[in-house]
């Protein structure tokens, strides 16, 4: 796997879930700093190692995460550049768990909506007005999860090829706001359970916070 300056690909593993402990299953993985290889049943390595960018431990936390590969995102977010963290695995790696947290966790969304906010109220000298929007990719069409009736949302370019959705954009003050958004999203997003999770997502969503500058850039979170 590849990397330049501008992808980071970090691997998270995450412990064994209780479902798992009980079917008295094993990791399989091993992690030796920024490598994983697959093990047998007697713990002897079979296959290629992958290295990546960082690799995580199941101990790790989603702060941990953060500090290491995140906040220099947010940083050059308020800078004027684009961001992106997008969440890939298989279900039940973890991706909405390292995007929203848990309840004894804060989640990376967390993490970053309290830093840009943070930068926010550090800055006196300019006002910003920040909107979000929220969507999701279902069966290969494009629902508004913050206006229900604005489904199967058309892609459109500008002259300068950026991608135009008319997805509603919320203006938002503060961190609560934000949240809130994709609380209300999150009520009305696809999920079902498959074998390995309960509460799967059945659909892509990206969530976009949007900082107006000299252009406008975007933080996407998409999991
Ligand atoms: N680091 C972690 N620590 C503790 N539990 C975790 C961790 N990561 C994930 N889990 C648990 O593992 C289960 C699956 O995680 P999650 O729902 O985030 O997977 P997912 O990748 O979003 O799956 P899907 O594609 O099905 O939506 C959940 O019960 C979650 O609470
Ligand atoms: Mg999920």
């Known amino acids: 796997m590849s990397s330049t300056d501008n992808i980071k690909v970090a691997i998270k593993a995450r ?28 713990g002897n390595r079979f296959g290629e190692i992958y290295t990546f960018d ?19 995102l947010v940083e050059s977010f308020m800078e004027g550049f684009n961001a992106t963290i997008f969440t890939y695995g298989q279900t039940s790696s973890g991706k909405t768990h390292t ?30 007005l920040i909107r979000c929007s929220y969507f999701e990719i279902y069966n290969e069409k494009i629902n508004d999860l913050l206006e229900k009736s604005n489904q199967a949302l058309a892609i459109r370019e ?3 090829g950026n991608m135009i959705l008319n997805a509603r954009e919320a203006v938002v003050t503060n961190v609560a706001e934000v949240k809130e958004k994709m609380k209300e999203g999150n009520k009305v997003r696809r999920i079902g359970a498959t074998g390995m999770n309960e509460r799967s997502s059945r659909s892509h969503t990206i969530f ?3 900082l107006p500058g000299i252009k406008t850039v975007i933080f996407s979170f998409i999991q």
Do not use: M
Not at 54 to 72: A, K, L, P, R
């Open 15 to 42: 412990p064994l879930i209780q479902r798992e402990i009980v079917e008295g299953l094993k990791p399989v993985w091993r992690i030796r700093s920024n490598s994983v290889y697959q093990t047998d049943d007697v």
């Open 54 to 72: 960082h690799v995580f431990d199941q101990d790790c936390t989603n702060t941990n995460v953060y500090t290491t590969v995140v906040s220099s």
């Open 158 to 160: 500008d002259t300068k």
């Open 208 to 210: 976009h916070i949007s």
């Open 99 to 128: 995007i929203l947290g848990s309840k004894s966790e804060d989640g990376l969304f967390d993490l970053v909506v309290k830093d840009i906010f943070h930068y926010v109220s550090a800055t006196t000298d300019k006002k910003y």
